[in-house]
Each structure stands twice: as C-alpha cells, then as structure tokens.
C-alpha cells in the first residue's frame, strides 16, 4: 500500500498498547524508555498515527519546541518493517511538519545513531543535513542531529 492509501491521525493515549507491543520488533532493538506511556499522553495530539483500515502502520511522536518555538522536534518515528520503502516514513514526517509549520515552526530536528545507517540515510533523503555530536545523549551515547526547514 501507498501512503495515499492510508489514513493519518493524531495518537490518543489509547494507541500507547498496540504501538508498546511491536515497537521492539519494529525497531530491531529494545527501545526502553524511549517509548514511555507519558509520551502518548502528552505528545499524542501533536504526533501522527499512519495506517489503513485500522491497523497501525507506523507512528511518529513529537513536539514543537518549549525553548526554541520555531523547532518541531521528532522524538521518534517507527515503520512497520513489512511496509518500509514505500513512503510511509516519508508521509509522517510530512503530516507532522505540516502540523508544527501551521503553529509557527520553521524548522524540524531529529537524531539518529550513527551506526544506524537506515535512520542516517532515510533523513538524509527528506533532505536533512546532520552533524555527529560525541556523548550527545550521554557518556559513549553519540548522536547525529539532523534538521532542515519546513515545510517539507
């Protein structure tokens, strides 16, 4: 299926459980904390759920900036890995841009693991520019922080 062949939405806290259970799977490591229920509640109405006839196909959680009103930033993004390549990713960026652009953002930002070269080159694709910052997340956590302007 296309991304035109999928319904986007916000992400109530009820989308919390089905997203917790294949997240893992999805990511193709254990997630964490990074996937918390306090993310559902609080960033729910500015995410997006992407899907078709209501099964999940990827969601993607962010926010516009407290510090830098201008920033929308992605907190992260997932795809069914049975779905990718077909513009999916693409499609959640672009909805969640167009919501944070219609309050005023100017520019989106999101990091990505060094090592993990499908995240590096799918951002590099939607015409991101990034910079590896050393211990970004923490002591041996480095990070690449990509961002670029909306709309996308």
């Known amino acids: 299926m296309t991304p035109a062949e ?7 806290p ?3 459980d089905d997203a917790r259970a294949v997240a893992d799977e999805w990511f193709g490591h254990p997630v964490g904390l990074t996937m918390h229920r306090l993310f559902f509640d609080q960033l729910g109405p500015s995410g997006v759920w992407i899907g078709a006839e209501g ?12 510090a830098q009103p201008e920033l929308a930033y992605v907190h ?6 049975a779905l990718r390549g077909r513009g999916l990713g693409a499609a959640l ?14 520019r989106i930002r999101a990091l ?14 939607l015409g991101f520019s990034g910079a590896l910052h050393p211990d970004y997340m923490g002591p041996g956590a ?11």
Do not use: K, N, W
């Open 14 to 16: 009820a989308d919390y």
């Open 142 to 152: 480095d990070r690449i922080v990509f961002e670029r302007v909306l709309p996308l």
């Open 76 to 81: 992260f993004h997932m795809v069914d890995p």
């Open 112 to 125: 990505a693991q060094p090592d993990r070269v499908g995240s590096v080159g799918f951002h590099e694709a």
């Open 55 to 66: 099964r999940m196909a990827g969601v993607l959680l962010g926010l516009a900036s407290e």
């Open 6 to 12: 999928h319904a986007t939405r916000p992400l109530p």
């Open 93 to 106: 960026y672009r909805e969640f841009g167009r919501r944070m652009h219609a309050r005023g953002c100017t």
